[in-house]
C-alpha cells in the first residue's frame, strides 16, 4: 500500500460539498472514483476541510491510499485523466507515510472569503464571489476583524448543526483587504467550527455597511448567542486556501 | 432621443461573440433584447472592440439611442434585469452626446491573455484561461515582445479573414508578467487587426517554451506571411480590458 497526499483545486457550485452524500455528487466520490478507475482499488479520500456545497478550493489536501506505488506524477496526471470533466484538478500528488492524514495532521487551516463590491451583477464572477452592491468600509472591517482573533467561544459563529465537541477555537489570523471592488477576508485557524468563516463574513459586512459598530461585533462574540449572528455569507464567495503540514518524512 | 455609453464585463464562453450572428445567441443582441424589454425601441449596440467566440470582456464599452433620457443609473439596472441570466453585467451606462461613439471615438483598446502555467488542468478557469503545462519563460517572452512594439505591417498575425483596409497597425505596448503559475500579455493599441492578439500570443508561447528565439519572432514579423505565425492562441484566454477616449462632453 502507498499513501498520496493530493492538492486539490476544485469549483464548488456542482457539488453537494466535499463529502459523499446520497442527495448529489461529492468531490469526495468524483476522486474515489477516478482512483478506482485507475487503480481498481476503492480507497476512502480524507480531506483536510469538509467544505459545504458551492463552497471552492483553491489548495485542498487530501489523501488517499493506494494498493501500490507509482510514480507521483502518474497518480496527478491518471487522476485528472479519470476526473475529467468535473471541475476538479488534481495540482500535486506526493507520496507520504502512512503516520501522514490530510485532516488529522492539519497544524492550520486558511480560507478566503471573496466579495466584489459593486453596483453590477457578477458575469465573470456568479458564483466565485458574494456581490455586494452598497459600499463596504473594508478598513472598518479590518480594525473591527481584530477583536475576533484569539481563543474565544465562537457559539455565536457557528452553525446549528455543527459537529465540533467544543465552541472554543483559536482564530490565528483575520485579514480584510480591499483592491479596487474587491474585498477579501482571509482567516487562519488550526481549526474552524462549521459556518464559521461565513458567520463571521457576513457579520463583518454588517460592520463593513455600517450597519454594526466594532463594538456591536463585540457584543455577538461574547452573547455566545448563534441569534446574534449577522446574516451567513453565501457559500460561492468561500475559498479553502490552503492547510499548513509539519514538514513530512 | 438620448444616447448612453456602457460598459459591460462578460463571459464570452455562450456566445457567438459581439456580433448579432445566425448561429447563436451573440452580446450584441442580448444588449439590443433587453434594451428593448426596457425602453420599447430597438436600437443597434456599438461596441468598442468586436470580440470572437468564447473571448470575455472585463470593461466594454458599447452605445445605445433610447427614444428618450432616462437616469443613467435606471438605464443600468434595468437593462441588468433583463440581461439576466446571461453571463453580461451592465458595470455603468453614463449619457453621451450624439457625436460619441463607442467605436470610432475610442483612442486606445487594451487586452490581456492569460495563461496557467501548471501541470495541472483548470478547474476554477476553465474556459477563462489558456492552460500550459511546459514551462514558459515569461522574461523571454517579454523581451522578445519588444521588437513588436511600434508601426508594423502585421501580416503574419493577421487572420485570413480579417477585414481591416491595411495590415500596417500601431502597437503601443505588449507587455508579459508572470505572477506565480498566471502569465498576462498585455497588449495596446488604436486598433487591431482580426486575431492579432490571439496570434501574438501564440507566437510570444513559441518563444516562453522556448522553439523560438527573439530572432525568430522578429523573422516571422517581417516575413509578412500567415503561414509563419505561431499557433493561435485559444479565445478562452482573451479579454477585452478596456478602451480609452478623449474626454467626453
Redesign the interface.
Known sequence: MARYLLIL???GAPFVGWQRQENGPSVQAAIEEAAFAFSGARPVAHAAGRTDAGV?A?AMPAHIDLPRAYEA?TV??AL?HHL?PA??????AQEVDETFHARFSARARHYEYRIVN???????D?G?AWRIAAPLDADAMREAAQALTGRHDFSTFRAAQCQSVSPVKTLSALDVRRDGERVVIAASAPSFLHHQVRSIAGSLVEVGLGRWSARDLVAALEARDRARCGQVAPPEGLYFARADYDAMR
Not at 471541475?87 to 500535486?92: D, G, H, N, Q, S
Not at 459593486?118 to 465573470?124: F, H, K, N, S, T
Open positions: 483545486e476544485y469549483d471552492h483553491l506524477g496527478r496526471d485528472n475529467r471541475p476538479i484538478a488534481v495540482l500535486a459593486r453596483r453590477g451583477p457578477l458575469a465573470l456568479a466565485r
